[in-house]
């Protein structure tokens, strides 16, 4: 069995090798044994089959996610859809519905695999069939042989089209985009087909995914009509100029370079040479997107008030310095800016009109990249979200994140930091925005709790992120941004707990005073040793009172007794001097070298109250080790006087 088994062998074999056996004449319990050999073999071939099946599904889900990402009009997208949705299950049809909820409707918007009855146009009624149980549970709904299921509502006119094509498996699937309702994807053969669960998880990844990218395409048909609008008028303002006519013909060749699949820095390239001068792309945050090897030193004052005006006004503005600022925004929202260096006698220095209304084209096409980066990271980004929930949940398996890490292209052992970041103010929505953005340019994760964000950097040095991450929302927001900080971790299950001590962190940087500031578990001194999860004593020790330790090994000195003596004497020198047995101007002449060690800020309540803890700390170490030390001599002392 094993063999036949090894060798993907046909189930006829199997039962040929039970058939042999019973008429070679074995007894009753070996031809039990073989037939129970046989169904164990048989079960281990079944579950193979299944668990390819299912990476074969989730490998065709991942390319399917591709392929919406790419740049189509609406009409193009949804036959891609249509035709994946079939492909993926190996269905003999599929096709797409938009709700008209005035009329009560759903009309058939792209159809793949039909013969005659379901086109584009046809008006499905929505009070009835397997689309109407989809959208009531919110999920997919599934019948094995439509005609024959009495378990829902009947439609004549849909079951008079299910006859027409023969069909008889049919699958329900809503198209749902955050809280609106877009229409149904189904899915259906010509066969009798009962759909296991992974198939229906199959379809409901496909559906949001496809919801995504038909709200991404209506978004980049929208900016599309922005477009041909800002030409038109631009077209009937200078329709006898000459410039007029170019303009036109520049900007429809950036829009279509765009569509055919260029990048920002395509497009920066092209635009720049259009414009003769050097140009910069930076995002709202002012981080450089796009930088030429060579720009002219900014002023970045002049340049920031100028942006500012720019953004204000919607127009470029020039610098007293001769650099172009234009803004990049769609609708209300600010995207970037863009910088443009002229050419030393180059046009962009005397036609001031015609570079204004070139870098406003530039702009609104830079604007529509952005836009489109942003859609296509929203789709992929969704899977990466789902495991960093299970993360910080810390539930799952290793095994099962790590493989699941290894899927969307992460090393499980690099080492990440875990923030917790609330804005002090401002849109929650916008700032998760930014902080997804943020997340995405650092291959990082993000989520949302509450009022708070959480963020899974990669990084070795918490407090540094955490100060980076506060630093670019609060200037992106203009709002300060609250973080507490956990890590470095290179073990994907101890997300969790990271997690939790940087909301903790969080919580007492909040109750502290800190609203705007950063903070990690060793930045809070002691009371981060109390909120870690890994309390480290000697590190808290050494981090505090190390430079007295280290001159009293060093020098053979006694400034460790000292302090001791300090603070049981309630901070009098008189009374350490009595206790140590030593006159008062040595214990002044030690203190002295004591803030000269740990700085003259080590008296303040604050940091005494962490030095003194550090000195007790110190103190009960050495007392344990002495005692460890007690009980290893005891035995041979022992067996000493046995001898």
Not at 32 to 49: H, N, P, T, V, Y
Not at 140 to 149: I, K, S
Not at 402 to 412: F, N, T
Request: proline fraction near 4%; include cysteine.
């Amino acid at each position: 069995m094993l063999v036949l088994l090894a060798r993907e062998a046909r189930t006829e074999e199997f039962e040929r090798v039970v058939r042999a056996a019973r008429e070679a004449g074995a007894d009753e319990a070996d031809l039990a044994r073989l037939e129970r050999a046989k169904d164990l073999s048989l079960s281990i071939r079944a579950l193979f089959a299944r668990r390819q099946q299912r990476e074969a599904g989730l490998s065709a889900l991942v390319d399917t996610a591709r392929d919406l990402t790419l740049p189509y009009n609406l009409d193009t997208l949804l036959k891609v859809i249509t035709r994946r949705a079939r492909l993926l299950l190996g269905l003999d049809m599929s096709w797409v519905t938009f709700h008209s909820f005035e009329a009560g409707r759903s009309i058939v918007r792209a159809a793949d695999g039909h013969t005659s009855a379901i086109t584009v146009g046809f008006a499905v009624p929505m009070g009835r069939g397997v689309g109407q149980q989809a959208r009531q549970r919110s999920a997919p709904f599934w019948t094995a042989d439509y005609l024959r299921d009495d378990s829902f509502a009947h439609s004549e006119l849909i079951d008079d089209v299910v006859r027409a094509e023969g069909l008889h498996a049919l699958m329900a699937v809503p198209l749902r985009h955050e809280d609106t309702e877009l229409g149904n994807l189904y899915i259906a053969g010509r066969g009798i087909r009962y759909f296991d669960p992974d198939e229906l998880s199959l379809m409901s990844s496909l559906a949001d995914l496809a919801a995504v990218a038909i709200e991404k395409t209506r978004l980049l048909d929208q900016v599309r009509n922005e477009v041909v609008g800002l030409e038109l008028n631009t077209s009937r303002a200078m329709s006898s100029s000459a410039a007029a006519r170019q303009l036109r013909q520049v900007h429809g060749e950036l829009i279509d370079m765009v569509l055919a699949g260029g990048g920002l820095h395509t497009l920066v390239e092209e635009a720049a040479g259009l414009l003769d001068g050097d140009l910069l792309v930076r995002d709202q945050a002012g981080r450089d997107l796009v930088s030429p090897a060579r720009f002219p030193e900014l002023d970045e004052s002049e340049i920031g008030s100028v942006s500012l005006d720019a953004h204000t006004e919607r127009r470029p503005v020039r610098t007293r310095e001769g650099v172009w600022v234009a803004p990049v925004v769609a609708g209300r929202e600010m995207l970037g800016t863009l910088l443009l260096a002229p050419a030393e006698g180059s046009d962009a220095e005397s036609d001031t009109s015609y570079t204004v209304q070139l870098l406003a084209l530039v702009a609104q096409t830079t604007a529509l990249v952005l836009l489109m980066q942003r859609s296509a990271a929203a789709a992929e980004g969704q899977v990466r979200d789902e495991l960093f929930d299970e993360l910080l949940k810390g539930k799952a398996p290793a095994a099962r994140l790590a493989e699941r890490a290894h899927r969307i292209g992460m090393d499980p052992h690099t080492s990440h930091v875990v923030l917790v970041a609330r804005p002090e103010g401002g849109s929650l929505a916008r700032a998760v925005v930014l902080a997804s953005s943020y997340a995405v340019q650092r291959s990082g994760f993000k989520s949302v709790e509450g009022d708070s964000i959480i963020l899974m950097l990669p990084g070795t040095d918490a407090a540094v992120v955490a100060r980076a991450a506060s630093s670019a929302l609060s200037s992106a927001l203009d709002h300060p941004v609250t973080v507490g900080t956990a890590g470095p971790v290179t073990d994907l299950s101890s997300v969790g707990a990271a997690y939790q001590e940087a909301r903790c962190c969080l919580d007492a940087l909040t109750a502290l005073g800190g609203a705007g500031g950063t903070a990690s578990s060793r930045d809070l001194g002691f009371l981060g040793l109390l909120l870690s999860r890994s309390p480290d004593t000697l590190e808290f020790i050494h981090r505090t009172i190390g430079p007295v330790l280290d001159y009293d090994a060093q020098q053979r000195t006694e400034l460790t007794s000292t302090l001791e003596a300090y603070f049981a004497s309630a901070g009098s020198p008189t009374r350490a001097a009595e206790t140590l047995h030593v006159h008062p101007n040595t214990v002044s002449r030690r203190l002295e070298r004591i803030s000269e060690l740990l700085g003259p800020d080590w008296l303040e309540p604050a940091r005494a109250l962490e030095v003194q803890l550090a000195v007790q700390m110190q103190r009960t170490r050495r007392v344990l080790r002495g005692a460890a030390a007690i009980k290893r001599a005891a035995p041979a002392s022992e067996a000493g006087t046995r001898r």
